[in-house]
Nanobody, 124 residues
Framework: QLQPVESGGGLVQPGGSLRLSCAAS????????IGWFRQAPGKEREGVSC????????YYADSVKGRFTISTDTAKNTVYLQMNSLKPEDTGVYYC?????????????????WGQGTQVTVSS
């Protein structure tokens, strides 16, 4: 079964950092683009960042540019999202998803496989 598995969420104070992990179970990262999305209570899901190792593309939403860094460990078949200088508005459930199109775009409809999500709460 193809399933991304997220981990690393938690509670952090404003200005703090977290690193989220997305382990690709049942598929190889080189064959997929991986995107990170988030959804806050009462708000629509929004794209955060994506990476396509086969194409060599990385993209960040303006709201996280300069604070978040996406990276891949191909040996572990895992994608990371390093989140620094966290703000209360970064709070939400973070999902990673895989797209067989290999396109690094923050458009959820092109992603085929979704994880269960991990909660990130930024609060003092």
């Amino acid at each position: 079964q193809l399933q991304p598995v997220e981990s690393g969420g938690g509670l952090v104070q404003p200005g703090g950092s977290l690193r989220l992990s997305c382990a690709a179970s049942g598929f190889t990262l080189d064959d997929y683009a991986i995107g990170w999305f988030r959804q806050a209570p009462g708000k629509e899901r929004e794209g955060v960042s994506c990476i396509s190792t086969s194409v060599g593309n990385i993209y960040y939403a303006d709201s996280v540019k300069g604070r978040f860094t996406i990276s891949t460990d191909t040996a572990k078949n895992t994608v990371y999202l390093q989140m620094n200088s966290l703000k209360p508005e970064d709070t939400g459930v973070y999902y990673c998803a895989g797209s067989g199109s290999r396109l690094c775009v923050l458009y959820g409809a092109i992603y085929d496989y979704w994880g269960q999500g991990t909660q990130v709460t930024v609060s003092s």
